[in-house]
């Protein structure tokens, strides 16, 4: 089941703050963030696993609320290079879904000067 | 390291071919994953291959189908292409097993249209 973002588009001026929130209804493994650009792949920017351990860049910080199988990504002091759609595809704990992202539909994220 | 490579980078079909695309991972990485992706139904799973084995496949009828070469290398097909089809086929690689606990390298994609 895919899981949902919210909101589907912010707009912000350099410099402003930002959190994209990704939420399951199923129980997750880890949640993955990444950053898409018009006309390019999907860049990484952060694991978040369950059991509390992150991996990502050191610029984004993210959250994930296991109890609750929330993750909240969290952009401060915008930069125009931030503008993108930002994607977060999540793994179900255990079953046959060992390994497999399910990716949820995306927010839009536009940084203006 | 040279990054995920897929070619071709763009495809023009006609509806009833078939077509195959090529994925090649990062150095060392035995996982591929391939994702559809539209601006309908976003970034969905199709399969993922670690070790020459289809481990996990998504819902896409059997037209859609793959494989896994010794050197890693992954193809995917798709016969008796449909409108529908016309999307950018997305591979991403990982060292471990699919996207578990790991980062999955995203290629840059193959557009394809169908026409």
């Known amino acids: 089941q895919q899981p949902v973002q919210s909101p589907q588009a912010v707009i912000l001026r350099e410099g402003e703050d930002a959190v994209i929130n990704c ?22 920017l952060m694991i978040l696993l369950k059991g509390g351990e992150q991996k990502g860049h050191e610029k984004i910080s993210a959250s994930f609320n296991e109890k609750k199988q929330q993750s909240s990504l969290y952009l ?14 999540t793994e179900r704990a255990g079953g046959t879904s060992y390994g497999k992202l399910t990716f949820g539909q995306g927010t839009i994220l536009t940084v203006h000067p | 390291k040279a990054g995920v490579t897929q070619t071709p980078r763009y495809l023009i079909k006609t509806r009833g071919q078939q077509v195959t695309l090529s994925c090649s991972p990062i150095s060392g990485h035995r996982s591929v994953s391939w994702y559809q992706q539209t601006p309908g139904q976003g970034l969905q799973f199709l399969f993922e291959y670690f070790s020459e084995t289809q481990r996990n496949k998504g819902n896409f009828p059997g037209r859609f189908s793959g494989r896994q070469f010794s050197n890693s290398r992954s193809e995917m097909n798709v016969s008796t292409l449909e409108l529908g089809d016309s999307a950018l086929y997305l591979c991403a690689s990982s060292s471990g097993v699919g996207a578990r606990g790991d980062t999955q390298y995203f290629g840059p994609g193959t557009r394809l249209t169908v026409l």
């Open chain 1, 76 to 89: 401060t002091a915008s930069q125009l290079s931030y503008s993108g759609t930002y994607f977060c595809g």
């Open chain 1, 23 to 44: 939420s399951s209804s199923k129980a997750l493994y880890s949640v993955h963030w990444y950053r898409q650009k018009h006309g390019e792949a999907p860049v990484f």
